[in-house]
């Protein structure tokens, strides 16, 4: 049985700074693409970070560039989301998520496995 996860959430002020984790367990997925997205209230959920098998590559959405990174230990099964310079907006759910593929993608249907989430609330 597989299961994601996540910890690190919580309440901090605005230009503060998270980090979440997401551990993998029940099955290894060092092959996979992994991503964190996020859904707040009344909006869609979106990928907010992506990261490739091997970390050889990794994709953001524009409203976290230069802000958010990504970054994975395999002999862990972890993934990791750093997030500097918090905004209000950035208040939501966090999951992550394992992906079917070995690809950058940041579409939800790419991913098979998923975290149920830990909140994240920025105040200002």
């Known amino acids: 049985q597989v299961q994601l996860v996540e910890s690190g959430g919580g309440m901090v002020q605005a230009g503060g700074s998270l980090r979440l984790s997401c551990v993998v367990s029940g099955r290894t997925f060092s092959s996979r693409t992994m991503a964190w997205f996020r859904q707040a209230p009344g909006k869609e959920r979106e990928c907010v970070g992506t990261i490739m098998w091997n970390a050889g590559s990794t994709a953001y959405a524009d409203s976290v560039k230069g802000r958010f990174t990504i970054s994975r230990d395999n002999a862990k099964n972890t993934v990791y989301l750093q997030m500097n310079s918090l905004k209000p907006e950035d208040t939501a759910v966090y999951c992550c998520?394992?992906?079917?593929?070995?690809?950058?993608?940041?579409?939800?249907?790419?991913?098979?496995?998923w975290g149920q989430g830990t909140e994240v609330t920025v105040s200002s």
């Open positions: 998520a394992v992906g079917r593929g070995s690809y950058i993608d940041m579409r939800s249907v790419a991913y098979a496995y």
